[in-house]
């Protein structure tokens, strides 16, 4: 392997891991898998990692960092809060990503066995919460959202967003990403009281029913 300083080492595992989560998921990876995709020793990948674990949470924290920031700058390219919370919608269904979701699944079925992966789950979901109810209580005070409980709605939301996510990661011949993305809004319009079709996908963006 070529000669990188520190930080471009650390880079390159966490790369080879979720290169090897993917294939295998969470579960099925080993420091062998890593070192092998990384064509190095296990030796090094520990000399940076602690442990599988720690190297895990990173990769997995990479991921999940990285779909929340996506979130947040289509959040903050709209104006008004309908505006933000359709592109919310819009960039969860992931219709693009369907390795997203995936990891994501994988990182929940091993947080109870792996504290330092539940940790970061745990603080990215509080992330996903923490957006959407600052967007729900700026759409209160604006007059466009009618809710009671923001946080309890934006806690709400996200297992609405998350659970129909699962079913078609899960059970893809069961549930159509088109159905799931068009419950989900139909769910959010009346969990934040507007009108229906309010939420309808923004133009421009590719139908969750192109990859279904």
Known sequence: MA?????????????ATLEV???????????????????????????????MDELL??????????DL?????????????LDQLRAVLDAYSRSEDPDGMQVWLDA????????????????????????????????VESGQFVVTDVDAAAWR?????????????????VITRAQ???WAREAVEREVGISAGSLTQSEGRMS????A
Do not use: C, K
């Open 108 to 139: 929940w079925s091993e947080a109870a066995r792996r504290p330092e992966l539940q940790q970061r789950s745990r603080e990215l979901n509080e992330q996903w919460q923490q957006l959407l109810s600052t967007l729900l209580r700026t759409g």
């Open 69 to 81: 920031d996506a979130v947040v700058a289509a959040v903050r390219a709209e104006v008004t809060p």
């Open 21 to 51: 989560v993917r294939r295998r998921g969470i579960g099925g990876t080993t420091v062998r898998d890593v070192a092998a995709e990384l064509g190095t020793s296990s030796g090094l990948i520990h000399h940076y990692y602690a442990s």
């Open 157 to 173: 939301i996200l297992a609405i967003l998350d659970g129909l996510l699962l079913q078609v990661v899960a059970h893809a011949d």
């Open 3 to 15: 000669r990188m300083n520190p930080d471009d080492r650390r880079e390159a595992i966490i790369e």
């Open 180 to 182: 799931a993305d068009q």
């Open 208 to 211: 969750p029913s192109s990859n």
């Open 57 to 66: 949470a990173q990769a997995f924290a990479r991921v999940a960092g990285d």
